[in-house]
């Protein structure tokens, strides 16, 4: 009898042993689409991250190299802005201050004119319009001494590093204090017979344009490739050369540029908006500080932050993310170590433990950021609890809707369930965010891969995307 009750128990234990085994390798698996796509693209399972689980749960439903360290791209962009909304609020505002230094009598500035930056994500054109547009309305007509530009918020940060051989790609336009515009043109291309007509906006008077550009037979495709733009500059004048073939069939575009420096570009709004308000400027422009004398002049401020984030993460915006990033930082003026250590102890406040992130310019545009699929999901499992979790998700592309993923898994029982950031250099493709699945459940999906076939994963995060919602 005794023996039996052994035998019996011990039968018990083998199939509950078998029972946990299974769910253990099931805890671990793929799915197999994603494993057969994966497959497909030449991708091995090392150079893959990935994290699926439920928002609220501590076990992970799948895990692959959850602690390895991955360069997450744009996925990095995350961490900035889920930690800018916590560490500054989501009402936060830039503002953009213009003070004179002298004596303003009958319209005339017998003295400088300084405008002074914060670091305003999203200054543009007609913002500071619109700041140029109070100093008429209270009486200013002409500065009879120098345009100075306060923009020592943020420590100087070289102007001339590209992250690739496309320095004026808008993605490698470098923060500043005072960012205008994103230092950017926008040239639309239209086509006219053999040639293409250019117009520029803004217009950027100091900067002239050559244009070498003809048209070709063909469809439009990228038609970016194959054109080429060179900028150089002798004694504070620039040129930029335009080159290259534009396929006819590509009808108008627009073309953005990030163009000068930091300061020739806001000299140049500066001047060509001023004069179409009826003003003028006597002296030079020149960088400088505040003095404490200065008397307030006119004031804008940018949109809250809320809003900022949005942008950032739709889009993945890489010079507003990188102008985030630096507003973090709590040494003055701000540097990109500084801001590092701010959002580090901000993570270790929280409990959030990451040992393995690497933190270059908080936006992914480098080659040097790592975090793993781990501390990503940890993430997101923070934001997910937070009070300020729907603005922080309201951020991130909704999939077959907006932002990088508007073209992703259209005519899908997915579409419009699914908040993911998506990230994309060369040999790196990840995403990460939430999916609500067709049970009403709210899941945590981070997908890293780091691998030369990185450009061909799309499909099997997309496979695993549908599996999250229907499983």
Known sequence: ???????????????????????????????????????????????????????????????????????????????????????????????????IQGTLADGIL????????????????????????????????QIKGDLVLDRSAFAPIAQDTAFDDKPLRPYNVAPDALLLNFKAVRLTLIPRGERIVLSAEPPLTDLNIVNLMRTVPGECGEWKDGLRAEQTEHEGRYQLALSGSYPAACSEQDWNLG?????????AV?????????????GAVRDGTTPSAAQPMAVIESPPLAEIVRDINKYSNNVMARELFLSLARDKPATLPGAAAAVKQWLADRNIAAPELVLDNGAGLSRHERISAATLAQLLQDAAASPLMPEFVASLPLAAVDGTMKKRLKDDGIAGHAHIKTGTLDGIKTMAGYVLDARGRTMIVVFLVNHPNAQRAQAAEDALLRWVYRR
């Open 259 to 267: 163009v000068l420096s930091h300061r020739d570009y806001a000299a």
């Open 1 to 99: 009898m005794m023996r039996g009750n052994f035998e019996s128990a011990w039968q018990i234990a083998c199939i509950c042993l078998a029972f946990f085994c299974f769910c253990a390798s099931a805890h671990a698996a793929l799915p197999a689409p994603v494993v057969a796509e994966l497959k497909a693209a030449g991708i091995p399972a090392s150079a893959v991250g990935i994290v699926v689980q439920q928002v609220g749960k501590r076990a992970a439903l799948i895990e692959l190299n959850p602690r390895q360290a991955m360069n997450p791209a744009s996925a990095m962009k995350l961490i900035t802005t889920w930690a800018a909304l916590e560490m500054l609020g989501p009402a936060l505002t830039w503002t953009t201050r213009a003070y």
């Open 110 to 141: 017998y003295g400088d004119l300084i405008i002074q930056g914060s670091g305003d994500p999203r200054l543009t054109q007609e913002q500071f319009w619109l700041l140029l547009r109070q100093l008429r309305a209270r009486g200013l007509r």
């Open 270 to 282: 500066f001047r060509d908006l001023w004069r179409e308000l009826g003003g003028t400027l006597d």
